[in-house]
T-cell receptor, first 112, second 114 residues
Framework: EAQVTQNPRYLITVTGKKLTVTCSQNMNHEYMSWYRQDPGLGLRQIYYSMNVEVTDKGDVPEGYKVSRKEKRNFPLILESPSPNQTSLYFCASSWDNYNEQFFGPGTRLTVL | AQSVTQLGSHVSVSEGALVLLRCNYS??????LFWYVQYPNQGLQLLLK??????LVKGINGFEAEFKKSETSFHLTKPSAHMSDAAEYFC????????????FGTGTRLTIIP
């Protein structure tokens, strides 16, 4: 089954404790991206990747890191999480930025 | 820089009535435009997209949208609302030529009144 998987689905952590949210897709897509969804703000793109070893900033990259060492994986790293990073995070993949994005199920992160 | 404005964070329509969700965009180059739908506690799924072919785009579940360059709009419509259409709808824009970001609007929550 074609899908985008994210782990964990739910995470509660404390300020400053490094964490990684994994994202994996099995569709051989080249374009992958991370979004955060907040009430009243819609989805905002954090980072995107056009291909392996190629990443670029979206609209809200501060406080986040990503890497794209393999085509299928695109982890999101929060080196020192803060409460304002409490949000619902979605990973997505597609062939490119003008084709359909396939979204993962979301990760609800709470930073205390 | 590209941007998207969705007028109306909440829209309510009666079952069987016309659905109209508004989206205006800003882009310095010909844009790619999308409408996505999000049902409660789910991820987003594509309704339809415009990529410079026909200006009237038909999508899934009876939705369609018309690209109007002169008005920089891409409004989503459905002739007759169904209870199952209750969801949040997002308009999005992307460009090319070295800017492959995807920018979403703030969303419109559609409520269907029985």
């Amino acid at each position: 089954e074609a899908q985008v998987t994210q782990n964990p689905r739910y995470l509660i952590t404390v300020t400053g404790k490094k964490l990684t949210v994994t994202c994996s897709q099995n569709m051989n897509h080249e374009y992958m991206s991370w979004y955060r969804q907040d009430p009243g703000l819609g989805l905002r793109q954090i980072y995107y990747s056009m291909n392996v070893e190629v990443t670029d900033k979206g609209d809200v990259p501060e406080g986040y890191k990503v890497s794209r060492k393999e085509k299928r994986n695109f982890p999101l790293i929060l080196e020192s999480p803060s409460p304002n990073q409490t949000s619902l995070y979605f990973c997505a993949s597609s062939w490119d930025n003008y084709n359909e994005q396939f979204f993962g199920p979301g990760t609800r992160l709470t930073v205390l | 820089a590209q941007s998207v404005t969705q007028l109306g964070s909440h829209v309510s329509v009666s079952e069987g009535a016309l659905v109209l969700l508004r989206c205006n965009y800003s882009s310095s180059v010909p844009p790619y435009l999308f409408w996505y739908v999000q049902y409660p506690n789910q991820g987003l799924q594509l309704l339809l997209k415009y990529t410079s072919a026909a200006t009237l785009v038909k999508g899934i579940n009876g939705f369609e949208a018309e690209f109007k360059k002169s008005e920089t709009s891409f409004h989503l419509t459905k002739p007759s609302a169904h209870m199952s259409d209750a969801a949040e709808y997002f308009c999005a824009v992307s460009e090319d030529f070295g800017n492959e970001k995807l920018t979403f609007g703030t969303g419109t929550r559609l409520t269907i009144i029985p």
